[in-house]
Nanobody, 124 residues
Framework: QVQLVESGGGLVQPGDSLRLSCAAS????????MGWFRRAPGKEREFVAA????????DYADSVKGRFTISRDDAKNTVYLQMNDLKFEDTAVYYC?????????????????WGQGTHVTVSS
């Protein structure tokens, strides 16, 4: 049974940093694209970042480019999202997800397995 567990969320101030982790179990995901998405209050779930199966290619939403970094450690079956210079508008529930094998994508519909999410609140 595939399971994704996110952690690392919390309450921070604008300009602070957080590192989210997503631990996967039930399968090895080293051949799969991994992604982070978020759902802000009152909004639809949106793409944040994705990393290719090799780790050599990454994609980011325009709103987080230059501030967020996605990475993966396949030995630990874990994907990370380093978030720097957090802004009020980054407040959301953050989800990690398993995408297709060997194909990079930012489309929510292409991701099959999802975690339960971790809350990030940016407030002064």
């Amino acid at each position: 049974q595939v399971q994704l567990v996110e952690s690392g969320g919390g309450l921070v101030q604008p300009g602070d940093s957080l590192r989210l982790s997503c631990a996967a179990s039930g399968a090895a995901f080293n051949d799969y694209t991994m992604g982070w998405f978020r759902r802000a209050p009152g909004k639809e779930r949106e793409f944040v970042a994705a990393i290719s199966w090799s780790g050599r290619s990454t994609d980011y939403a325009d709103s987080v480019k230059g501030r967020f970094t996605i990475s993966r450690d396949d030995a630990k079956n874990t994907v990370y999202l380093q978030m720097n210079d957090l802004k009020f508008e980054d407040t959301a529930v953050y989800y990690c997800a398993v995408g297709p094998r060997f194909i990079a994508t930012m489309q929510i519909s292409d991701y099959d397995y999802w975690g339960q999410g971790t809350h990030v609140t940016v407030s002064s």
